[in-house]
């Protein structure tokens, strides 16, 4: 089970790097989106999975840690509160600039200058 989650931990930063890494605004709201969640995942994690197990010290000492659960909470309050304010500005950047592109130039219009000018692309 720890290397499904471990799988699927790494998955989420992999596929979140390369929207961040993309020229749109959306995909690196969206790829800020699925690092936050594999953060979460990764807390989670450190409070050791266990099946079956009360959240809290119960009788038979077998329990889970309530701190990293705390933490997972919190950080999904702020990180959905910062995706509505990261979309809030990406809106706002569209309509002033009239393209969604990180950059605010549209990569047409740099290749087309590039090739007035002489460059090779």
């Avoid at 930063?13 to 936050?36: D, Y």
């Avoid at 994690?45 to 990293?68: C, E, I, M, Q």
């Avoid at 909470?73 to 569209?94: C, E, S």
């Amino acid at each position: 089970m720890e290397a499904v989650y471990a799988f699927c931990v790494g998955l989420l930063t992999a596929c979140g790097v390369f929207l961040t890494l993309r020229g749109r605004t959306f995909s690196v709201v969206i790829g800020i989106t699925l690092l936050s969640y594999a953060v979460n995942l990764f807390l989670f994690s450190s409070g050791r999975l266990k099946l079956a197990a009360a959240a809290v010290l119960n009788s038979t000492g077998d329990y889970t840690d309530p701190l990293p659960q705390a933490l997972v909470l919190t950080a999904i309050v702020i990180g959905f509160a910062m995706t509505a304010f990261v979309v809030i500005l990406a809106m706002r950047g569209r309509a002033d600039l009239g393209n969604d592109h990180v950059d605010g130039r549209i990569p047409s219009e740099e290749s087309a200058l590039h090739r007035h000018r002489g460059y090779k692309s």
